[in-house]
């Protein structure tokens, strides 16, 4: 059963940094993209960032305006999200996902991916 694990949330002043780590401990994804997504309260879940297997393609949502990075970790079963100069509107559950069922299109869609992380809490206060 593939298992999905985020750790690093928390909370943050706005402006600071965090950084979000997710595992497949089941390493059966190495051959999945995986992406992060976040809800707000009251708000739909929202595409962040998606990284392909190799990382060699990176996407990400244009609000963000750089300040997020996607990155896979060396055993290709990790992925990190390194947040800086955080906002208090980038607060919510961060959600990692994986098993992307249509290759490279509808990434940004939460019905494109299989497998999903019980999510981490980000708070950024003004």
């Known amino acids: 059963q593939v298992q999905l694990v985020e750790s690093g949330g928390g909370l943050v002043q706005a402006g600071g940094s965090l950084r979000l780590s997710c595992a497949d401990s089941?390493?059966?994804?190495?051959?999945?993209?995986m992406a992060w997504f976040r809800q707000a309260p009251g708000k739909e879940r929202e595409f962040v960032a998606v990284?392909?297997?190799?990382?060699?393609?990176?996407y990400y949502k244009e609000s963000l305006n750089g300040r997020f990075t996607i990155s896979r970790g060396d055993a290709q079963n990790t992925v990190q999200l390194h947040m800086n100069d955080l906002e208090p509107e980038d607060t919510g559950v961060y959600y990692c996902?994986?098993?992307?069922?249509?290759?490279?299109?509808?990434?940004?869609?939460?019905?494109?991916?299989?497998?999903w992380g019980q999510g981490t809490q980000v708070t950024v206060s003004s």
């Open positions: 996902a994986a098993g992307n069922r249509y290759g490279l299109t509808y990434l940004e869609t939460t019905t494109t991916w299989t497998y």
């Open positions: 089941t390493r059966t994804l190495t051959n999945s993209a």
């Open positions: 990284i392909s297997p190799r990382g060699t393609y990176t």
